[in-house]
């Protein structure tokens, strides 16, 4: 399988001259449920194939942030993964890139290969070179973004780093991975112009299907708890913003008894997904998009999906034929991810920036971490 000509892997500037690598860096370190702490590591060297990036910025993930307040996997791991940076140094074998490219990196890249059954299918989440992390700061692989340098292996180089254009910013670069992973969701829901759409939750990844759905000319509703993240709904183009239990009434009175042609379930507590099918009219789809672990289950009506036609489609990371058109959206800033940043933390202050993430105060939205 071939990949068409990427935007993403063009030349867009020079690039400076390569500076020294230091033999050790600051990571936050995963040492157990709840506990970050940063601690000085080994520089990972680049081996054949391999390249080395300078971190400059990862944005901080609700995936990782239920993986460390869980204890989900063992200790001890450098997560972070939606990370871009500058090429710091590349081992043999490869091209075209070279120190000073500014770069995002993709953690999870599949194989591509015409015998691969998922590949085929393009279900690239669920081939088994995608589940293997291909980004890391060292210990087990986990993303290595909270990290002064990460390490990218020699598959995700070949398909998975992204070129940046000069007019693209290195913070709107650490949202190509998200953006990605919701515009995946959507294509496999298509929705039509002047539909409806509900959106649990309003955090960084509501906000972005928000954006995308108004682009897309589908009217949206959304519901969340928190009085601001309804407010900067209503500013991004959202024409209703109410409390999670007004959902339902909300968009029933905008679909005429309806409901949502649309619900998107971009919160964790899964117990939502029953009010969403609730909120959906018959036949229509539901995507359950923040349930990213097993063991997780929910109640559902089986004649809601018999009788009344509603789907559920999952829907779980990125779509590596999506990247260049997600690249195209934010540098061009047809979809502006600028006013999503509410928080900057240094990298010592990674256990900061995830408890700020993981307990939103008034204002909060994207929170950053800046090595």
Partial sequence: ????????????????LPTMIPNSMLAGVYRGSQTVLIET?????????????????????????????????????????????????????????????????????????????????????????????????????AGGGFAQYVLVKDWCVQNGLIALPPQITIEEASFLEPLNTCMKALQQAPVQQGDVALIYGQGPIGQLFTLLLRLQQVRVAVA??????????????AEKAVCPEEAENTVKQLTAGRGA???????????????????LRPAGCLIPFAQTYLNDPVELDAGALCMQEKKIIGSYSSDITLQNRALELIASRLLDVRPLIS??????????????????GAGTRKVLVLP
């Fill in 343 to 360: 928080h900057r933390f240094p990298l010592t202050h990674t256990a900061q920036a995830l408890q700020e993430a993981s307990s939103p």
């Fill in 224 to 237: 969340d708890p928190l009085p601001h993240r309804r407010e900067a709904a209503l500013q991004a183009g």
């Fill in 41 to 141: 590591v080994p520089v990972p060297m680049p081996g054949p194939g391999e390249v080395l990036v300078r971190v400059q910025v990862c944005g901080v993930c609700g995936t990782d942030l239920k993986k460390i307040a869980k204890g989900l996997q063992q200790p001890p791991r450098i997560y972070g993964h939606e990370t871009a940076g500058e090429i710091a140094a590349i081992g043999p074998n490869v091209s075209p890139w070279r120190p000073g490219d500014r770069v995002a990196v993709n953690h999870h890249v599949p194989c591509l290969q015409p015998g691969c059954h998922y590949c085929s299918h393009s279900a690239y989440a669920q081939c088994p070179v995608y589940k293997q992390t291909g980004a890391t700061a060292g210990f087990e692989p």
């Fill in 1 to 16: 399988m071939r990949l068409p000509l990427c935007f993403s892997r063009g030349r867009p500037s020079p690039a400076p």
């Fill in 261 to 279: 042609d649309l619900a998107v379930v971009a919160v964790a507590q899964s117990q939502v997904i029953a009010a969403a099918m609730n909120a």
